[in-house]
């Protein structure tokens, strides 16, 4: 949700930022292109600084649900091997063998 909620939020950023541009550049005099700049530029700015940490939120987010299904998942594979092993007879110690007699 807050992937999607970044996403828009930088695309309006971005138009923000476009319209403030378009604008600006109709004019060559700095003081009548400040307002323009104010208006939409900064808050276009900030919507896509904004976009961007929700993002990341997000993602965040999103890998750590993903992490936490495959440490539920490795939890319960160990207890079933555990549950293996347990159930296995021991294995019989090995026999020592005799020395070989050599040949001669």
Do not use: N
Request: proline content about 6%; aromatic content about 4%; overall charge positive.
């Amino acid at each position: 949700m807050w992937t999607y909620l970044g996403v828009a939020a930088v695309v309006a950023g971005c138009v923000l930022l476009a319209v403030a541009w378009g604008l600006a550049a109709g004019h060559t005099q700095v003081a009548i292109q400040i307002p323009y700049v104010m208006s939409a530029g900064f808050p276009g700015v900030g919507l896509v600084v904004i976009g961007v940490g929700l993002v990341v939120v997000g993602v965040r987010e999103t890998d750590s649900r993903a992490r936490r299904l495959q440490q539920q998942e490795l939890l319960v594979l160990l207890g079933v091997l555990r549950d293996e092993i347990a159930a296995k007879p021991a294995a019989p110690a090995p026999r020592a063998r005799a020395p070989r007699k050599a040949a001669g």
